[in-house]
């Protein structure tokens, strides 16, 4: 079992639609929980930042950690074409950002 | 601000040749990664460097990966030899400490091993 797992997708929604996009782990000692955009031929860059469990708005994105389950979510509302990007998870035992483990990426087309 | 710059972009080798790829961090960041990125897989840490010396390099294939951070600033990745499986975008980040503060990633070079 791989300690990050997620759909790579593609998944395709209409401009609009609420996009749903998830995360499952297995070691429980993740306490940093990140979501990174990437688009294509370009560098991952940080959308949202979570400690421990809850939840966090930014704008249309919303991030949800549950570390019962081992489950993290970012939602995003009224998605848009500029959004169609890969999404990756990313998670980390201590300080932060250092030593991210980060999951496969799920693609999002987000079309007109 | 400039971002972390990364050269050359793209790198086409023959398998057992060497190849080396470069990076600039951003000004005064002292935390530098060097992460391999395989089609379809996300980001894997090769090596951390906090200033120039190394913090973390246990996935680092050290029969044919190096790394060096002269001078605390600009860093090179040498592969010899490569193998076909080190077919994959290398990625700079930099980060201006350790611990909780924000990478920010290079664009990073693609490399295709023949």
């Known amino acids: 079992q791989k300690e990050v797992e997620q759909d790579p997708g593609p998944l395709s929604v209409p401009e609009g639609a609420i996009v749903s996009l998830n995360c499952t782990y297995s070691n429980s000692a993740f306490q940093y929980f990140m979501w990174y955009r990437q688009y294509s031929r370009k560098g991952p860059e940080l959308l949202m930042y979570t400690y421990s469990s809850g939840n966090k708005e930014d704008g249309r994105f919303t991030a949800q950690v549950d570390k019962s389950s081992k489950y993290i979510s970012l939602f995003i509302r009224d998605s848009q074409p500029s959004d169609s990007a890969t999404y990756l998870c990313?998670?980390?035992?201590?300080?932060?950002?250092?030593?991210?483990?980060f999951g496969k990426g799920t693609m999002l087309l987000v079309s007109p | 601000e400039a971002g972390v710059a990364q050269s050359p972009r793209y790198k086409i080798i023959e398998k057992r040749q060497s190849v080396a790829f470069w990076c600039n961090p951003i000004?005064?960041?002292?935390?530098l990664y060097w992460y391999q990125q395989i089609l379809g897989q996300g980001p894997k840490l090769l090596i951390q460097?906090?200033?120039?010396?190394?913090?973390?390099d246990s996935q680092l294939p050290k029969d044919r990966f190096s790394a060096e951070r002269l001078k605390g600033v600009d860093s090179t990745l040498k592969i010899q030899p490569a193998k076909l499986e080190d077919s994959a975008v290398y990625l700079c980040?930099?980060?201006?400490?350790?611990?909780?503060?924000?990478?920010?990633f290079g664009q990073g070079t693609r490399l295709t091993v023949v």
């Open positions: 990313a998670m980390s035992v201590n300080s932060g950002y250092s030593t991210l483990t």
């Open positions: 000004s005064g960041h002292a935390t």
């Open positions: 980040a930099s980060s201006h400490t350790r611990g909780n503060t924000e990478a920010f």
């Open positions: 460097f906090q200033n120039n010396g190394v913090v973390d």
